[in-house]
């Protein structure tokens, strides 16, 4: 194991400050699209499906990037990848502040998609860096920060589309990520890999292919259709790819994911949690803002605007960046198990609070503050774990998996609900039913019940985090 000095006071916090500001730049960026999406298509001249394919691509940049990142960071200097990571995010977000076409626009959002590997970069950079007793709290920071700033981006869009143009939402986090760069490049100190290793690229371009075929078949089903030919076809090759690359990963020795990592019965729940936590928080995510904009002669609508789903959502922010950081000391109290079982528990309770919403806007806020506790214990109960189980040389890279697959699960969970709102939605109407959003809602709580009864199966107490490079044993 390559070991370097352990950084002093300074360098550590100065390390912890500039991750979490570089992933609150990037997740605020993201978020505050949402709202703006109707100016940037008009903008650069884009038509419905194009600015579609345009947010798909950096879905499938993000999917790819971070196992192949995590993996990076586990074989190569993190101070380097970290660095190589911003400049490629930074670059993404200027080409589309400067695009006058569809075509800029994506190019740039694609490069864009590789900040989603942020997050699990930021978890082996905290191992790295940061005291062993503190790697828990660090790692709710980073949790912490993704939550706040879902709730900023979609509360500042609103303000600053009013006085500026839609540019200066990518102008204003570039600013940010060139300050970060330099700051890293300043102050973050060489993190080298516990041993070096090789990239496997054969299972990148496998894993690509295979993502890129399952979310692109997914995100055609809500107008397609799940029992078109086109999707099927789709989902079934890309299943097919990933069973490739799953072989292939098995016979190699250095794999892009360890897939043997997954017989830990810890990671592999970790996982499944993931996946139904992702699939469940689309009540939140992708419902409530529809609850809030829809016009209240629909019966249960608000008839608000972008500002106003950005503060509905705020609790979430503030609840998830409130908890993250203790979830470590939650942990000594209730365990593992106890944290994730909370975790679970809460996004069952914040789908199941929605069916009663209609003429009760204050539950809509009670809603998001449990999917909040949600974020902040489930996610970052899951990065504990897979600091304290895996090998130092695989954090980031099954970090990586982790995050992959909960937005696999965010997005299949968005794609059927959309598809049950679309059931419920007369031909002659152009809202869909009420019933519509209680068969989502009961979907969310049903799948998110899931994730309560794998959280059982989990142990009840883990090993302490691995000791910090340069701290005692």
Known sequence: MTTVPSPGRAAVAATLCVVTAALFAYSTLETMLSPALPAIQHAVGASAPEIAWVFTGLLLAGAVSTPLVGRLADVRDKRTVLLGVLAVVGLGTLLAAIATNVALLTAGQVLQGVGLSLVALSVGIIRDTQPARRVAAGNGLIVGTAASSTAVGLVIAGPILEVLPCTWLYWIPFAVLVAAFAVAWAVVPPCPPARRGRIDFTGAILLAFGLALLLIGISRSSKAGWGSPLVL???????????????????????????RLLGMRAVLLTCAVAFVVGFGTFAVFVLVPMLVELPPTTGYGLGGSALSTGLYLVPLGVVGTAVAPLAGRFERVIGTRGVMFVGAVAMVAA???????????WLILVSTALAGLTVGFGLTGAMNIVVATVPEDRTASVSGLVFVVKSIGGALGAQLGAVLLAQSTAPAAETPAWAGFQSAFLLAAGVSLAAVLLSIALPARLPRAATAIGEPA
């Open 351 to 361: 789908a199941l609070v929605l069916l009663t919403a209609p003429g009760r806007p």
């Open 233 to 259: 076809s789709l989902l079934v090759a890309g299943v097919a790819v990933l069973g490739v690359f799953a072989a292939v990963e098995l016979r190699t020795d250095e794999p892009l994911v360890n897939l």
